[in-house]
């Protein structure tokens, strides 16, 4: 049997493996801190593997970033494909994604803490990418509701926003430091609310 | 003249400085990265002085996290003993913090890099404080509004979240990457789009 060379002994899943050990890595002891030994170690690999398939400590993060975003991108045809009322659209949008973000919470945890953590060295990343996409779908759907008659005609958005804003609250008391106080179905009663109004009497109609 | 010892000659100034120097530091370097040698050299005074203050990193850290709580809790008798309808009470209360927090933008940037960032080793702090406080003021209006029949009946927990959903969203947006894409004014519409509604056909009435 010939001798093979250290990256082509490498298991098939040792690329996946160590996404996963540098996710929990930067998350937990932050980017700067964690080393290409740590990393390849919690993943038990060596590092030629990891210089094989990222080359860098950078571009394993890149990729990590890059695959998220990819993930988030590749639900978009999914949750836009909803039929039915745009007000039930809107929601079925904010609960895909607010399902996404929990069983990814790690990740988003990871975005969160390079967003608005200490500056660490890791490269750039567009982070807002995610935001501005999300605004450009909801705006499309407001837009609609607005043109069918479904919503008031108002600022399309202020709408976004508003929607953007029960969505974004309720993943983020996922990160929360104790138990999360609001979850799914407490979101989506909200963003009801937002398009119920809350106040008694409505000036307009 | 006798001579002083170090601590009673220091400037009078010397504790702000102290503190105003610990949270440029901690939010550009990070806590873990920030070291008293870097503190005292930034606040133009020698260590004795850091210490004869605050005891240690750790203690002008946790009087910088105490000193940002206290101003919160100052304003709260102002923010509340606005007169009028609970929705501009409501209003003036959101706005109020909106603008302490982009005031303050630098302490609300380190709580958010200590809150969401890699543990740095920084003291505990509970940050969950102020928004325990927020919803006990906020939902305090709430019911206020239901039962003075300018809300409708609902749940005051979802309507207090909906409207912290709004404040959360607008200030985290001053502190975003990118150039602001709401600010407080928007964040007054988009309330006031709660209070109303935004779908065309109300279920209700």
Request: with cysteine.
């Amino acid at each position: 049997m010939p001798a093979k060379t250290q990256t082509e002994s490498i298991q098939p899943d040792a690329r996946e493996r160590l996404l996963d050990a540098a996710l929990v890595l930067f998350t937990q002891r932050g980017y700067a801190a964690s080393s290409v030994r740590e990393i390849c170690a919690a993943a038990g690999v060596t590092k030629p593997v990891l210089y094989y398939y990222f080359g860098s400590k950078e571009g394993l993060y890149l990729q990590l970033m890059e695959e998220s975003y990819a993930l988030f991108e590749s639900l978009v045809p999914r949750l836009t494909s909803y039929a039915g009322p745009v007000r039930q659209r809107v929601i079925h949008i904010c609960e895909g994604l607010f399902d996404i973000s929990t069983q990814k919470l790690d990740i988003v945890r990871l975005i969160y803490s390079i967003y608005y953590g200490t500056p660490q060295g890791a490269p750039a990343y567009n982070f807002d990418r995610y935001y501005d996409r999300l605004l450009e779908i909801v705006a499309g759907l407001v837009r609609e509701g607005i043109e069918q008659g479904e919503f008031r005609a108002g600022d399309v958005g202020d709408m976004t926003w508003a929607i953007l804003s029960c969505l974004n609250i309720a993943i983020e008391e996922q990160l929360s430091h104790c138990t999360p106080r609001i979850g799914r179905e407490a979101m989506t009663r909200i963003l009801n609310l937002f398009f119920e109004g809350m106040a008694e009497n409505e000036p307009h109609g």
